[in-house]
C-alpha cells in the first residue's frame, strides 16, 4: 500500500528528489524477518570531549562521512543548533532523529535561560502545542475503524450530549453556534474545513496569563472564545484549534469516560513489545497543573523545562503573540492544559520523532501499526487552501500537513509530512521524510514558530539533515 501511494505521488509530480544516540531496536522488515535489537550506546562522556560544550559557538569541519550516520549528523547540525540559540537569547533548541537504524538525540542552550541550566539532550521535555492535532487525529482515525462513527458524519450528535453532561446541562452546541454547526462533520474538523473561526487569539492568551494556575476547560474555551463562522462548513480551510478542542469531545463520548479530564489521550500509543512502547515512554498529555507539576488523565504527575513568550515591544495588536511584562514571560507556572485535545503533549523529543516514524515510516506497513492502512491514506487525503489566510496556500489532511506543498523552507528534499507545533513559550518542526525515509524533530523554548519566516528560502537545518542522510544512503546503498 505505501509503495502504491509513493508511485502515485510520484506521478502526480509530489515527490521530489549533551549528545547522545542509539542504535535502534528497530521493528522493520527484513524480508519476512525482524531486525534484532540492538543495545543503547551513550556518547555522552565521550561525545562531550569530541565536540565543543553545551552553549559554546565555536565552528566545526564540514562532515567528512567517513565516520557513522549519528557523527555526521551531530558534526553538521550541532553548531547550527548552536547559532539558533543564540540568535535566541541562549533558549535550548533540541533536536531528534529517528531512522530503522540510528536514534540521535541533540541539544544546545539553556533549559532555564535565567539560571542558566543547560539542555539536556536525554532528559529535557517540552510542551509541542498543536503536535498534539495528530495524536487526536489518530484517536478519532481508530475509533473510525471500529465503526462507531463515520468521518462524514455530522459531529454535534457525536459530542453535544457529552458537552451538555460535562457543562451540568448549561451549555448546548446547538445555542452556542449558529444553525451551520449542524453541517458540520468530523472530516471537516479534522480537515479544518468547518469554517469556525480560532479561539486562541490575543483575549485568550491575556487571560490565560492573568490567570495562570486556571485550567481551562474545553467548556470554558467554546463559552469564552470567538464562535463565528469565516465560511460555510467545507468552502474553506481556515486553521482553527478550535476543531480540535470540538474533536476531543468527539472521542470523549465515544469512549464512554466521566469527564474531560479523564480522557485517555495516550490510547494510541503502543503497548508491546516493550521496547517499542518505550520509544514513546516520555508522552504526557497535561490535564491539570502548571507545565511544572502537572498531572495526567491516568494520574501520573510530570514536569517540563521552561519556555519562554516573547515580551511585546510595543502596543498590544490582534494576534501578537507577547506577553508585557517581562516576569510572565516564563510559561512553567502556566497551565499544562493548554487547549486539552489542540495542544496539551508534553514530552521528550525522541518520542515525537518516533511517532512519525511509527506512523509514516517503514513500520506503517508491518503487523499492530498505529494506523491501518486505510486510516493512513485518510490521513494523508490533503486538501489545499489559504488555511493561514492571504495567498498561503499548502495540503492539509485530517491532522497532518504536507509540508512540500508550502513556502516554509521544506519543499527541496522529496515528500515530507508531519505536524508543526507553537504554543505559549515553545515552538517545533517535525515530520517524516519519505524519499530518506527518516522522522526528526527539532523544537525550541523561545515560541520561535519554525518556518513561516522562511518564505521559501531552505531552512538551513532540515536542508543539512537531508544532505547528510543523503549522501550516507548514497554511499553505503
Given at each position: 500500500?505505501?509503495?502504491?501511494?509513493?508511485?502515485?505521488?510520484?506521478?502526480?509530480?509530489?515527490?521530489?528528489?549533551?549528545?547522545?544516540f542509539?542504535?535502534?531496536?528497530?521493528?522493520?522488515?527484513?524480508?519476512?524477518?525482524?531486525?534484532?535489537?540492538?543495545?543503547?550506546?551513550?556518547l555522552?562522556?565521550?561525545?562531550?570531549?569530541?565536540?565543543?560544550?553545551?552553549?559554546?559557538?565555536h565552528?566545526?569541519?564540514?562532515?567528512?562521512?567517513?565516520?557513522s550516520?549519528?557523527?555526521?549528523l551531530?558534526?553538521?547540525?550541532?553548531?547550527?543548533?548552536?547559532?539558533?540559540?543564540?540568535?535566541h537569547?541562549?533558549?535550548?533548541?533540541?533536536f531528534?532523529?529517528?531512522d530503522?537504524?540510528?536514534?540521535?538525540?541533540?541539544?544546545?542552550?539553556?533549559?532555564?535561560?535565567?539560571?542558566?541550566?543547560?539542555c539536556?539532550?536525554?532528559?529535557?521535555?517540552?510542551?509541542?502545542?498543536?503536535t498534539?492535532?495528530?495524536?487526536?487525529?489518530?484517536?478519532?482515525?481508530?475509533?473510525?475503524?471500529?465503526?462507531?462513527?463515520?468521518?462524514?458524519?455530522?459531529?454535534?450528535?457525536?459530542?453535544?450530549?457529552?458537552?451538555?453532561?460535562?457543562?451540568r446541562?448549561?451549555?448546548?452546541?446547538?445555542?452556542?453556534?449558529?444553525?451551520?454547526?449542524?453541517?458540520?462533520?468530523?472530516?471537516?474538523?479534522?480537515?479544518?474545513?468547518?469554517?469556525?473561526?480560532?479561539y486562541?487569539?490575543?483575549t485568550?492568551?491575556l487571560?490565560?496569563?492573568t490567570?495562570?494556575?486556571?485550567?481551562?476547560?474545553?467548556?470554558?474555551?467554546?463559552?469564552?472564545?470567538n464562535?463565528?463562522?469565516a465560511?460555510?462548513?467545507?468552502?474553506?480551510?481556515?486553521?482553527?484549534?478550535?476543531?480540535?478542542?470540538?474533536?476531543?469531545?468527539?472521542?470523549?463520548?465515544?469512549?464512554?469516560?466521566?469527564?474531560?479530564?479523564?480522557?485517555?489521550?495516550?490510547?494510541?500509543?503502543?503497548?508491546?513489545?516493550?521496547?517499542?512502547?518505550?520509544?514513546?515512554?516520555?508522552?504526557?498529555y497535561?490535564?491539570?497543573?502548571?507545565?511544572?507539576?502537572?498531572?495526567?488523565a491516568?494520574?501520573?504527575s510530570?514536569?517540563?523545562?521552561?519556555?519562554?513568550q516573547?515580551?511585546?515591544?510595543?502596543?498590544?495588536?490582534?494576534h501578537?503573540?507577547?506577553?508585557?511584562?517581562?516576569?510572565?514571560?516564563?510559561?512553567r507556572?502556566?497551565?499544562s492544559?493548554?487547549?486539552?485535545?489542540?495542544?496539551?503533549?508534553i514530552?521528550?523529543?525522541?518520542?515525537?520523532?518516533?511517532?512519525y516514524?511509527?506512523l509514516?515510516?517503514?513500520?506503517s506497513?508491518?503487523?499492530d501499526?498505529i494506523?491501518?492502512?486505510?486510516?493512513?491514506?485518510?490521513?494523508?487525503?490533503?486538501?489545499?487552501?489559504s488555511?493561514?489566510?492571504?495567498?498561503?496556500?499548502?495540503?492539509?489532511?485530517?491532522?497532518m500537513?504536507?509540508f512540500?506543498?508550502m513556502?516554509?523552507g521544506f519543499?527541496?528534499?522529496?515528500?515530507?509530512?508531519?505536524?508543526?507545533?507553537l504554543?505559549?513559550g515553545f515552538?517545533?518542526?517535525?515530520?517524516?521524510?519519505?524519499?530518506?525515509?527518516?522522522?526528526?524533530?527539532?523544537?525550541?523554548?523561545?515560541?520561535?514558530?519554525?518556518?513561516?519566516?522562511n518564505?521559501?528560502v531552505?531552512?538551513?537545518?532540515?536542508?543539512?539533515?537531508?544532505?547528510?542522510?543523503?549522501?550516507?544512503?548514497?554511499?553505503?546503498?
Amino acid at each position: 500500500w505505501r509503495a502504491t501511494l509513493l508511485n502515485k505521488m510520484r506521478a502526480a509530480g509530489r515527490l521530489g528528489g549533551g549528545i547522545f544516540f542509539t542504535l535502534l531496536p528497530a521493528i522493520v522488515s527484513q524480508g519476512s524477518a525482524v531486525r534484532p535489537s540492538i543495545p543503547a550506546v551513550s556518547l555522552r562522556g565521550a561525545a562531550a570531549t569530541l565536540y565543543p560544550s553545551v552553549g559554546s559557538h565555536h565552528h566545526q569541519a564540514v562532515p567528512s562521512f567517513t565516520s557513522s550516520l549519528a557523527d555526521d549528523l551531530t558534526a553538521g547540525l550541532q553548531p547550527i543548533l548552536r547559532n539558533l540559540s543564540a540568535v535566541h537569547n541562549d533558549s535550548a533548541w533540541a533536536f531528534s532523529y529517528r531512522d530503522a537504524d540510528v536514534t540521535l538525540d541533540l541539544c544546545a542552550g539553556y533549559s532555564d535561560v535565567t539560571k542558566k541550566t543547560p539542555c539536556s539532550a536525554t532528559d529535557d521535555v517540552y510542551a509541542w502545542g498543536s503536535t498534539t492535532k495528530s495524536g487526536t487525529a489518530t484517536l478519532i482515525l481508530r475509533l473510525n475503524e471500529t465503526g462507531v462513527f463515520g468521518l462524514d458524519d455530522p459531529f454535534v450528535p457525536l459530542a453535544n450530549p457529552f458537552f451538555k453532561r460535562i457543562s451540568r446541562g448549561a451549555a448546548d452546541l446547538l445555542t452556542l453556534y449558529d444553525h451551520r454547526i449542524n453541517d458540520v462533520t468530523v472530516r471537516h474538523l479534522l480537515q479544518m474545513s468547518s469554517g469556525l473561526n480560532e479561539y486562541d487569539d490575543e483575549t485568550i492568551r491575556l487571560y490565560q496569563n492573568t490567570h495562570r494556575s486556571t485550567d481551562l476547560s474545553p467548556e470554558w474555551i467554546l463559552l469564552n472564545s470567538n464562535r463565528s463562522f469565516a465560511c460555510d462548513p467545507g468552502t474553506c480551510g481556515i486553521y482553527s484549534s478550535t476543531n480540535f478542542v470540538l474533536l476531543g469531545l468527539v472521542i470523549a463520548q465515544a469512549t464512554g469516560v466521566a469527564d474531560w479530564d479523564k480522557l485517555d489521550q495516550r490510547a494510541w500509543v503502543p503497548t508491546a513489545p516493550a521496547k517499542r512502547a518505550a520509544a514513546f515512554s516520555s508522552v504526557r498529555y497535561g490535564v491539570h497543573g502548571p507545565l511544572m507539576s502537572y498531572t495526567t488523565a491516568e494520574g501520573v504527575s510530570g514536569t517540563c523545562i521552561s519556555g519562554y513568550q516573547p515580551v511585546c515591544r510595543g502596543p498590544s495588536t490582534k494576534h501578537r503573540r507577547c506577553v508585557f511584562a517581562a516576569n510572565d514571560s516564563d510559561v512553567r507556572s502556566m497551565s499544562s492544559t493548554q487547549g486539552w485535545t489542540c495542544g496539551n503533549l508534553i514530552a521528550h523529543p525522541r518520542s515525537i520523532a518516533s511517532f512519525y516514524y511509527e506512523l509514516l515510516g517503514p513500520p506503517s506497513t508491518q503487523p499492530d501499526p498505529i494506523l491501518s492502512p486505510s486510516s493512513l491514506e485518510q490521513m494523508l487525503s490533503f486538501k489545499n487552501e489559504s488555511y493561514f489566510g492571504k495567498s498561503n496556500y499548502f495540503g492539509y489532511g485530517l491532522g497532518m500537513m504536507n509540508f512540500t506543498s508550502m513556502d516554509w523552507g521544506f519543499a527541496d528534499e522529496g515528500l515530507y509530512y508531519g505536524h508543526n507545533g507553537l504554543t505559549y513559550g515553545f515552538g517545533s518542526q517535525q515530520g517524516y521524510n519519505y524519499p530518506l525515509e527518516f522522522a526528526a524533530t527539532w523544537v525550541n523554548n523561545w515560541e520561535k514558530w519554525i518556518g513561516p519566516d522562511n518564505r521559501g528560502v531552505p531552512n538551513e537545518l532540515y536542508t543539512e539533515l537531508c544532505r547528510i542522510v543523503r549522501r550516507h544512503r548514497q554511499q553505503y546503498a
